[in-house]
């Protein structure tokens, strides 16, 4: 019986996981910049950073803090996440024009200091991100306070189904940038940039212009 239960609760996991993952946002657009320079790897990287900021909120949403967050604060995360987003993308756009004078987008792009590291940018996009918290404090917490009341197991489970649906979909994005870095032609590779760098600039703009829509939603 227990194990039926797990075994739902990965199964929940990962479609909801999966659901959300293949919606295009700003953690999507900013896993194929990095993938162009550092490969298949980066999606995993992205992904666990991403991870942490789930697990912070997966535990403070089993200890009830969760309910606290109120809509001055959501509507905040619009403003500082949808500047983030926007500055984001800048650099991008910035790394973009880069690459168009030499053949070497990595060494162009060390003014942006992100693309250092995967794994902060995973962190950093989820963060600035204000429907992934919206997501959580409203659906994303019920999905796991449901599964908490058949067990801490069967809770463990769905957000482990969660992350693998995660994990799956980014590394298979940045797989296939990745392998398909050495087959793009520069200019086809600075387009991509620019097309990176558009959205992350569209979904910062976005979000700080809509913050207000944020304190019907929350």
Same mark, same amino acid.
């Given at each position: ?23 295009? &946002? ?22 666990? &950073? ?90 994303? &917490? ?77």
């Amino acid at each position: 019986m227990l194990a039926i239960e797990i075994l739902k609760a990965l199964l929940l996991g990962f479609s909801v996981g999966l659901t959300g993952a293949l919606v295009p &946002g700003p953690m999507l657009f900013a896993t194929i910049e990095i993938s162009l320079k550092k490969g298949w790897l980066a999606g995993p990287q992205v992904v666990f &950073g991403h991870m942490i900021v789930e697990l912070v909120l997966y535990v403070l949403i089993l200890l009830g803090a969760a309910s606290f967050v109120g809509s001055s604060m959501i509507s905040a995360i619009f403003l500082i996440g949808g500047f983030s987003l926007l500055v984001f993308g800048l650099l991008t756009l910035k790394d973009a024009r880069a690459a168009a004078s030499s053949a070497q987008v990595s060494q162009d792009s060390s003014d942006l200091k992100l693309t250092s590291s995967p794994a902060l940018i995973g962190l950093v996009t989820s963060v600035s991100n204000p429907y992934f918290w919206i997501w959580w404090l409203t659906a994303g &917490g019920a999905l796991v306070l449901k599964s908490y009341e058949l067990g801490i197991l069967i809770a463990m489970a769905y957000m482990l189904g969660h992350w693998t649906a995660d994990l799956s979909w980014f590394t298979a994005v940045s797989g296939s940038f990745g392998r398909g870095k050495a087959l793009l032609s520069q200019k086809m590779h600075r387009y991509i940039l620019y097309i990176c760098g558009i959205f992350l600039v569209i979904f910062g703009l976005y979000f700080m212009l809509n913050y207000k829509h944020s304190i019907q939603l929350s």
